[in-house]
């Protein structure tokens, strides 16, 4: 993000920063900072005042959401409820739904993946919050898009639920190469799979820094935050 200027009344956001790729970044800081609206402005929903959002050196700042070379998680209204969980997934391989045969036994195997065999046929609305933020993880994975982008997907789960989603994020990640920018207030996630961490506090999106000697070690509006 190169001199990005992110406003809305009484609120803005500078940020000039690079996200290595193929790291996983958390994104921390205090409630209202900004950091739904950072990941909103990368994802292509909230467009910057000024200053440019560059992937891979091209500026991607005048594509369309779904042009860019990402998916976003959000914690709630992933899915379409008019959908069955598979044709939700098959969304990730094919927008218009013209899946393969190939397609299936891919969105099976996601669908394993994340421990949800068996309930493809069902509705979102049949389905736990937690099988549903599974279910929006899967249709992620599947969309296998260079960036990934997670905006409290799993808070609503459990502790052990979510840092089994934690985990299948980091695996896949690693095995896909991508780069992940995740939203989180638990600084647990961070030190998790998170190798760097962007803080966002006083109108300011940090570039990232190791995650270790930032939470060791915070500075003051991140200790504020933290309770330290
Ligand atoms: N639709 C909106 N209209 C006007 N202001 C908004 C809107 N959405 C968010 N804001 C304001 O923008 C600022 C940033 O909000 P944002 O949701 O990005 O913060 P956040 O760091 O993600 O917070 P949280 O951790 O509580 O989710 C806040 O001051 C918020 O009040």
Redesign the pocket.
Known sequence: MQDVVLA????RLTASLTVPKGTTAAVI??????????VSAIAGFFPPVSGRILWEGIDIGGLPPGKRPLTVLFQDQNLFPHLTVAQNLGLGLSPRLKLTATDHDRIEAALARVGLLGLGARRPAELSGGQASRAALARALLRARPMLLLDEPFAALGPGLKAEMLDLVAEVAGETGATVLM?T?DPSDARRIAPLTLL?ADGVAHPPVPTGALLDDPPPALAAYLGH
């Open positions: 809305q009344e009484g609120f800081g205090p409630s209202g900072a900004g950091k739904s609206t950072l939203v207030h966002v």
